[in-house]
C-alpha cells in the first residue's frame, strides 16, 4: 500500500471508533479518513438536491458527481461538499435518520469504497499531502474487509451493547440514564441493524484484531489500540506537531 503505515478500524455504532481513531491517528502523526462521514455528506448533497433516496440509480448518480472534500487533519476532520462545511450539518437529526438509505445503495458504497482506497493509498505513498506519507488512519464500514483488507493494522473495535448505548447518549443527549439511553436506542440498533444487510463488521474477519472497550475508559482504549498497531507493524511513528483537541 505504499511506504507508509494503513491501519483500519471498524466497529458498531457507538464502539468508540471515530474518538479512539482520531487519537490514535494524532499520536502516530497519521493522516486520518472518517468515512462514515462521507456517506453522511451523500446523505447531506443527495436531501439538498431533492433526490428521493428510494431511487437508487438516482441516488448513486448524484453521488458520483458529488464535489465532496475531507479533511483528514486529525485535529480538525472538516467535511466539504460544493465548497461548503458540512461538518456540522452530517450530524444532524435529518441525516442520522436518512443516512441509512444511502449507505446500504450498492452502487454508492462502490463509489465511496472508490474514493476512500484513492485517499488511503495516496496518504500512505510518497505523494500524501497531510502526512507526508507516513499513513493513515481508516475507520469505517468495510474498512477492515473491503476497503483496506491488506492494511498494515486492521482493528475490530467492539463494546457490549449496554455500554455503546451509553456513550451514544452521553454524546447525544449528554445523559445516560434510562430515558436517554431508551431515547438513543432506536439510532444506534437500527442503524448496526440496516448496515449489517451490506457490510460485515460485527464479528472480526480472519487477521482482525479485536478490542473489546467495554471495561475501558477512552485512555486506555487509545493504548490498546496503539498496542495492537505496534504488534502488528513493529513501527512507531513520530507524532504530529499539532495537539488534538487544542
Known sequence: MGVGIVVAIDGPSGSGKSSVSRAVAHELGLAYLDTGAMYRAATVWCLQRGEDLTDQHAVAHAVRVM???MGLDPAEPG???EGRDVTDAIRTTEVTAAVSAVAT???VRAELRRRQRAVVEAES????TFSGGRGVVAEGRDITTVVAPDADARILLTASEEARLRRRSLEVHGAADEKAVEATKDQV???????ATVSQ??????GVVTVDSSDLDFDQTVQA???V?????????????STLGE
Not at 505513498?125 to 500524501?128: F, H, N, S, V
Open 67 to 69: 464535489p465532496l472534500v
Open 79 to 81: 467535511v466539504e461538499v
Open 105 to 107: 445503495n450498492l452502487e
Open 125 to 128: 505513498g510518497p505523494g500524501a
Open 189 to 195: 440498533l437500527r442503524r448496526d441493524r440496516d448496515d
Open 201 to 206: 463488521f460485527l464479528v472480526a474477519a480472519d
Open 225 to 227: 489500540v496503539l498496542g
Open 229 to 241: 498497531v505496534t504488534q502488528m507493524t513493529g513501527r512507531e511513528q513520530a507524532p504530529a506537531p
